[in-house]
RNA sequence: CGGGGCAUAGCGCAGCCUGGUAGCGCACCUGCUUUGGGAGCAGGGGGUCGCAGGUUCGAAUCCUGCUGCCCCGACCA
């Protein structure tokens, strides 16, 4: 393609409301256009990587035996009601009322209308597993669409849906699409990390998240120094190793006046923190006999909200009680709370259970206890993983210790079991000829994302680096000073030819800009590879060659040019 | 949904406090010169100053309401 025709418009400044990296590079390079909040056309240099991250999903999905199909983004609401969904999800779920007043919402997901289709469909255990998958646009109304693509309203998702007769069998597929998944990523060139993580609300017993990583992203994930332990912040194991010491302090109740806070009792009272608890008052569930109930975390760490919604005895999701609640069922507020003498079920972190002559709040204002014993003072709790990990915390799996590092969600891998096809009825025949529910896994790869994730993994100050595997074009040809030269514009023109004959991606600038112009945009969109062609190389026979990272060009023979691009882009 | 901020040319901004009919840089168009890292000079086009009321002889500027957008938080199959 010729920048002629390609209509390339970049520009130097960004939009001021553009906050991360990769939503002004794609707006400076002109790969994107904001309509409204979260909504943006993809524009043509933009579709092309889109369309390359497409092709490649596509090819490993297909390698792992998924079949695509197309579903329709607008969906009945019929088909939501008997999910369950239709009043589960907020407003995420856009609806809206066709003209004979049908309720309607544009699909979030897809696993009401793909479990429809399997009922209908497959009659037998013997037609299964089946995976089916598709490539297509969704929309959430997000609460906050923010950082352009990575969190837009309206975006491209491939989501694939298997069908499955036995447990086993789920499994195994499960684990194709993790190895599918893998080689995706891998082949984009993007440093990445399956993650361990909550299922959340989706429920189902296995669930994985493949991370890109990069400092910018929403995502905190723990890994293993030494074994292949990962696991999302939300989900990583917090284990404790640590025995009880035995008491060697009497406990006394202390005036601990001004001290709301666990830095503040540390600062006034000398107290190691370590030696601290923090107690934090929630909502008990349904099943629990007590109203509210306490969670406690040393003073130095951090509660793991997902771990405590997901503790039995406590409500989802986590709801902390209110200022006046807490006073009413214990006399004191936030800041000289503990658990002795405490009414109500306590469940402690696995750290605070081996903690011993610690502080805290006497649940009387202004007084804290110091000297506190497990068992001496105060009844043993319900001990639990509360707790965010730190790190140089050990590994679950025995193998070294954790550190933490940032990623950006692309792909989610989920066995789901059986929820949808048990609300859907979504059932085949078994050997014995009785109806058998199918159970169900969900794999997601969020298209545009990737794009954007690639971006704030590769770039620079110039501008965008693609990963050559997804890069609009592999190699720009920027022949300097053309107007002048007919001779220049013929070779630029048969080296175009050539580099296209031979299957490669070529965009070829034309516009007949000053050379600093030709380079910052080409630098600026990232393309990989640059050929520069000027009458003076010409006249000795040479072409420069430089790509993206490299800090020096190099004079190249004409001759020799296309089989250097061939042997750069097959790695 | 709670808190904060912004809205003036395609983009980035000034002007507003102290009312007098809109300006700068980039981009765009024309001409000349220039031509290997975002050229120079000269000329030019483009804005109902987010919308609706109000105050005033006069409103981008002051007042009221609305809308949109952004940031922080909560939320996120």
Request: aromatic share 6%; proline share 4%.
């Amino acid at each position: 393609m010729r920048t002629s025709q390609l209509q390339i418009t970049t520009t130097k400044e960004s939009p001021a409301d553009a906050e991360v990296i990769s939503h002004q590079l794609m707006l400076r390079a002109g790969m994107i256009r904001r309509l409204a909040a979260g909504l943006y056309t993809w524009m043509p240099l933009g579709l092309r990587v889109l369309r390359k991250i497409e092709n490649i999903i596509r090819e490993e999905m297909n390698n792992a035996g998924a079949a695509e199909l197309l579903m329709p983004a607008v969906q009945p609401s019929e088909l939501w009601e008997e999910s369950g969904r239709w009043g589960q999800f907020g407003p995420e779920l856009l609806r809206f009322t066709d003209r004979h007043q049908r309720d309607y919402c544009m699909g979030p997901t897809h696993e009401e209308v793909i479990t429809d289709i399997a009922r209908r469909d497959l009659r037998s255990y013997k037609q299964l597993p089946v995976n089916y998958y598709q490539i297509q646009t969704k929309f959430r109304d997000e609460v906050r669409p923010r950082f352009g693509v990575m969190r837009s309203r309206e975006f491209i998702m491939k989501d694939a849906y298997s069908f499955h007769a036995s447990d086993e069998s789920l499994q195994q597929t499960f684990d194709d699409m993790h190895q599918a998944y893998t080689n995706v990523f891998s082949r984009m060139h993007l440093q990445f990390r399956p993650v361990e993580a909550d299922s959340g609300a989706i429920g189902g017993s296995g669930s994985k998240e493949f991370h890109v990583l990069a400092d910018s992203g929403e995502d905190a994930i723990a890994y293993s120094t030494e074994g292949d332990y990962a696991a999302n912040l939300e989900k990583a194991e917090a284990i404790c190793n640590d025995v009880r010491a035995d008491a060697t302090q009497e406990m006394t109740i202390v005036d601990t006046p001004d001290t709301k806070t666990i830095q503040a009792l540390v600062d006034n009272f000398n107290l190691p923190i370590e030696k601290t608890i923090k107690t934090l008052i929630c909502h008990a569930s349904e099943e629990s006999d007590a109203d509210l109930v306490a969670l406690l975390v040393r003073g130095d760490h951090q509660l793991n909200e997902v771990k405590a919604t997901n503790h039995p005895m406590v409500k989802t999701p986590l709801e902390f009680a209110t200022d006046a609640e807490i006073r009413a069922a214990v006399g004191a507020g936030p800041g000289s709370l503990g658990p002795v003498n405490l009414a109500m079920p306590v469940i402690a972190d696995r750290t605070v259970a081996v903690m011993s002559d610690f502080g805290a709040g006497a649940n009387i204002e202004d007084k804290h206890y110091f000297g506190i014993n497990w068992d001496r003072d105060v009844e043993s709790p319900v001990v639990a993983d509360l707790r965010n990990i730190e790190a140089g915390d050990p590994s679950p799996d025995g193998k070294g210790q954790l550190q933490i590092m940032r990623g950006i969600e692309v792909g989610h891998i989920f066995q789901l079991g059986t929820k949808y096809s048990e609300a859907m009825k979504a059932t085949v025949l078994d050997e014995n000829g009785k109806d058998r529910l199918m159970s169900m896994g969900c794999y997601g790869i969020g298209v545009t994302r990737v794009a954007a994730a690639a971006i704030e993994q590769n770039h620079d100050e110039k501008g965008i680096i693609w990963p050559m595997p997804i890069a609009p074009f592999q190699v720009a040809i920027v022949p300097i000073n053309m107007k002048k030269s007919d001779s220049l514009r013929a070779a630029a023109d048969t080296l175009y030819q050539e580099l296209k004959q031979a299957g490669i991606d070529v965009l070829l600038d034309d516009r007949d800009s000053r050379a600093g112009v030709m380079f910052a945009d080409m630098e600026l969109i990232g393309i990989p590879l640059r050929v520069v062609l000027s009458d003076k190389g010409l006249d000795k026979g040479i072409v420069e060659f430089k790509g993206r990272t490299d800090s020096e060009s190099t004079d190249v023979a004409r001759d020799e040019i296309v089989s250097l691009i061939n042997a750069k882009i097959s790695g």
